[in-house]
């Protein structure tokens, strides 16, 4: 069974001030892709370097995540340090990620180019920033999931088969 964590960055969320939506969207996009088996871990921290450090160490390290798709904290403001967490935790980035959702998120909103999504693998695990609108989420979900099954292949993750009506997973022959 693949582990897929789910992590909200979020002060307010954090705190209990409102509800995780763009959790909940990463989920239901999830349920509605993937056809193997898999089962979710969802954590909500708040902003900040160590908070998502730590919690990023811990879901490849301790919990041995297959996959770890974040929500928050990588835009321009003061406490956006997404990306500046990540960049301590990841071994190799994969710069592609970032590059293709800015550019599909482009084609709704012009403030796209204010985001510093980006990707990258710590041992057998790879981790993808989304947005934190959970609407940014789907359309950054259909851009590039349909690489995530063939990267797990290649880092030696669990297999992630999905419905080809919601995602054409690609795989070389």
């Known amino acids: 069974m693949v582990r897929i ?3 909200t960055i979020s002060d307010r969320a954090s705190r209990g001030e409102y509800e995780d939506a763009s959790g909940d969207a990463i989920e239901t996009w999830l349920t509605r892709a993937i056809t193997s088996p898999w089962s979710s871990d969802r954590r909500i921290v708040p902003d900040g370097i160590e908070p998502v450090r730590s919690a990023l160490t811990s879901l490849c390290d ?29 071994e190799r ?11 599909v998120s482009l084609e709704t909103v012009p403030t796209a180019i204010l985001s ?19 609407a940014s989420i789907d359309v950054c979900l259909d851009a590039v999931f349909p690489a995530i099954p063939y990267c797990l292949d290649l880092i030696g993750a669990g297999r992630i088969d999905t419905d080809p009506h919601v995602c054409g997973a690609f795989r070389p022959s």
Do not use: S
């Not at 798709?69 to 935790?89: F, I, K, S």
């Not at 510093?116 to 959970?134: E, F, Y």
């Open 5 to 7: 964590g789910i992590l």
């Open 116 to 134: 510093r999504q980006m990707a990258g693998t710590r041992g057998h695990t790879l981790i993808v920033n989304l947005p934190g609108k959970p």
């Open 62 to 90: 301790r919990d041995h995540a297959d996959l770890i798709l974040t929500t928050g904290g990588t835009g321009p403001a003061p406490r956006d340090l997404t990306p500046e967490a990540m960049q301590m935790v990841i």
């Open 93 to 103: 980035e994969l710069p592609g990620f970032g590059e293709l959702m800015r550019r």
